[in-house]
């Protein structure tokens, strides 16, 4: 079955540090691949999304880039805020684009 | 639009009562997903309905749960009798399926505590 494996956080910055969080998976065919970001009690939302090999997805200064060689789905950005503060959740998309599964989530606390 | 919309926000219940979960998609979308979220767990699908009929139910915990969706703008989710281990947030989504869009959108949460 498909599944999501997420860089274990939390992960813990100083404001305009470079952010990298690790995201791979495992899925038969073509998924496509997301980051959902959620603040403090709210509830997920999209950031990004990519829908083919070598697409890259991006939004508010996060990008993420589809490698289907090494099944992976990193989110990078290259200076984080404070106010980037949050959990962020890797996601794929059954082939029939039905459901999605997530990763375990991953807390960013971003320090000023 | 509002969004999607789920009642209560906050639920505080004891143990063995009736606890019933409420969500309004937005309106248009034919897809509806109820999450469960605890820390130990993360993020866990119970069930998923597409144009109001369930289409997966193996993520719901056990019998104690039951989930409906009567009509496209309402679906509730229950759980008879609750634990203490159904604390939780209870996530509800709704999306449109069928347009080559996966995109989820989803409610506020509503926050389980049983004692």
């Not at chain 2, 820390?39 to 104690?64: A, C, H, Q, T, W």
Request: hydrophobic share 35%; proline share 5%.
């Amino acid at each position: 079955g498909n599944s999501v494996t997420q860089m274990e956080g939390p992960v813990t910055l100083s404001e305009e540090a470079f952010l990298t969080i690790n995201c791979t998976y495992t899925a038969t065919g073509y998924p496509s691949l997301f980051w959902y970001v959620q603040y403090p009690g709210e509830g997920l939302q999209l950031l990004l999304k990519a829908t083919k090999a070598d697409d890259k997805g991006s939004n508010k200064g996060f990008e993420a880039t589809y490698r289907k060689e090494t099944t992976s789905f990193h989110l990078e950005k290259g200076s984080v805020q404070v106010s980037d503060s949050a959990v962020y959740f890797c996601a794929l998309s059954d082939q029939a684009g039905n459901m999605l599964t997530f990763g375990g989530g991953t807390r960013l606390m971003v320090k000023p | 639009d509002a969004g999607v919309i789920q009642s209560p926000r906050h639920e505080v219940t004891e143990m063995g009562q009736e606890v019933t979960l409420r969500c309004k998609p937005i309106s248009g979308h034919n897809s509806l997903f109820w999450y469960r979220q605890t820390m130990m767990r993360g993020l866990e699908l119970l069930i998923y309905f597409n144009n109001n009929v369930p289409i997966d139910d193996s993520g719901m915990p056990e019998d104690r749960f039951s989930a409906k969706m009567p009509n496209a703008s309402f679906s509730t989710l229950k759980i008879q009798p609750s634990e203490p281990r159904d604390s939780a947030v209870y996530f509800c989504a709704s999306s449109f399926q069928g347009g080559g869009n996966e995109k989820l959108f989803f409610g506020s949460g509503t926050q389980l505590s049983v004692l």
